[in-house]
């Protein structure tokens, strides 16, 4: 403050006129200059009656405190600023929701060109890590969570579909044993909920004769579409798939959907970047 006072005034070169900037009064303004005076066992001022020159070292602190002023200005815009879509914003999800969401954010990004998106693919147990742990902004599950410090929201369900090679018109129980399963790292948990309630048979996924395996999202359908088996997916990892006329999307009786939970550290402040993505998300996905 004193600082400011004294560059106020040297720019302004009136004790008045530089209070009434500053909302002071003018023996304000007399004060502050005496103290830095008295600071820095310097005068700074050689006053001529209502007039003033500054001494070396006035100009001095002057051409240096001017500096340390804007520096503060700016630093204060800096962090009292909070753009919509500007700056860093990270997001975690399953493989199959990140098929859709991640090309839909990027759109976001084409349009504002200061908003970066920082995009992983993980299992829900690391997503939840990190969520608890601030290594992300945005993370959504297909799961609840275990910890206290992470907050789900509900925003939106999957079906889980059952795909088999295209010449596959029904689904019989004995179809699916003679093509055995494309398994994947959430194929177990897909193929019980689905299939077991659909099929009065089902009891474990290891009935089905394992046919081949893939932890690229992208690429569990491409056995599929080549006849070696069949498999279980999200719908959003199904609707990436880029030949869909190679594989048969079966909609069984008993439909079984997944909850997609939106999830955020309970503790932490949310800047308007990443409001606005959450937002976008949900638009998207719903």
């Known amino acids: 403050m004193l600082l400011r006072s004294f560059c106020t005034l040297v720019e302004i070169g009136h004790f008045t006129r530089s209070a009434e900037r500053l909302n002071m009064t003018q023996s304000g303004i007399s004060q502050h200059i005496r103290k830095l005076e008295e600071q820095l066992e310097q005068d700074l001022l050689i006053r001529e009656g209502k007039q003033f020159t500054l001494t070396d070292a006035g100009q001095r602190l002057y051409t240096e405190g001017k500096q340390i002023i804007n520096s503060l200005s700016e630093l204060e ?12 914003v990270r997001v975690m999800s399953p493989g199959s929701i990140g098929l859709k969401l991640y090309r839909y954010l990027l759109t976001l990004q084409v349009q504002y060109p200061k908003l970066v998106i920082d995009y992983r693919f993980a299992p829900n147990a690391t997503i939840e ?4 742990e601030h290594t992300v902004d945005i993370g959504f599950m297909t ?24 010449n596959i018109e029904e689904p019989s129980w004995q179809a699916l044993m003679q093509l055995g399963f494309i398994d994947h790292p959430d194929g177990a948990f897909h193929s019980s909920l689905l299939l077991g309630a659909n099929f009065s048979e089902f009891k474990h996924y290891n009935q089905f004769k394992k046919a081949g395996f893939s932890n690229q999202i992208s690429l569990i359908l491409e056995p599929v579409a080549m006849g070696l088996g069949f498999t279980v997916l999200p ?5 990436a798939f880029p030949h869909p006329e190679q594989v048969k999307i079966h909609y069984l009786n008993t439909p079984v959907t997944e909850t997609l939970y939106l999830g955020v550290h309970l503790n932490k402040f949310m800047p308007s970047r990443v409001n606005s993505v959450m937002v976008a998300a949900k638009h998207c996905l719903k």
């Open 143 to 166: 799961s609840s969570s275990t910890l206290a410090e992470v907050s789900l929201k509900p925003i939106a369900e999957e079906a889980l579909l059952l795909v088999t090679p295209a």
């Open 129 to 132: 890590k990190a969520i608890a």
């Open 235 to 239: 719908a959003h990892a199904v609707a």
């Open 77 to 88: 815009q800096r962090v009292t600023t909070d753009p919509a879509f500007e700056g860093v």
